[in-house]
């Protein structure tokens, strides 16, 4: 069993926007440019470890459009490892897309 510990930082949520990219273009938008843009994958890392540290048990992958982000099964993946409790705030577009149907489901043998 995986208990956190109280934390010296008072934080117990976190969002984290993965990207600012999004494949919809609805009107009402609060994005303006959707950027598709991240961190690298070792400073997404190091941002994981950081909420972790900081005793983060509630985190939020949003963007623009998360599952769309190239590095979001990496990300919810270390999040999960790490004890983290993850809310995917999404349009709901890609979860056909086999990669994700894995990452949401933990069913690594689904296949293409
Ligand atoms: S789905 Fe959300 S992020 Fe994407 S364009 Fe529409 S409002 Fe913006």
Known sequence: MFVCQPSAYGFG???YGLNLGCNYD???CYLGLKRFEGLDWPERERLLH???DANVLWLQLTGG???IDRLFPEV???A???GTLITVS???SHPHNPRILETLTGERSVTA
């Open 90 to 92: 999404s349009n709901g």
């Open 13 to 15: 949520r976190a969002s």
């Open 65 to 67: 459009e998360p599952t």
């Open 26 to 28: 609805c009107e009402h």
């Open 80 to 82: 999960w490892d790490l």
């Open 50 to 52: 950081i909420l972790r």
């Open 76 to 78: 919810y993946e270390l």
